[in-house]
């Protein structure tokens, strides 16, 4: 988790105006996401 969210801030998302901030919040979030039902079902 910790190497996606550094790559995350460190990789560079191509500048596509239509895109805005979109690919960065795909490319962070879904990690958390399934990182965090993981831990939800282990618990």
Do not use: D, K, Q, Y
């Not at 790559?7 to 239509?18: C, D, E, S, T, Y």
């Not at 399934?34 to 282990?42: G, K, N, R, S």
């Amino acid at each position: 988790m910790t190497i996606v969210i550094s790559a995350g801030f460190l990789i560079r998302i191509p500048n596509i105006p239509i895109l805005e901030e979109s690919a960065r919040n795909l490319f962070l979030h879904v990690p958390m996401w399934f990182t965090m039902m993981v831990a939800f079902v282990m618990a």
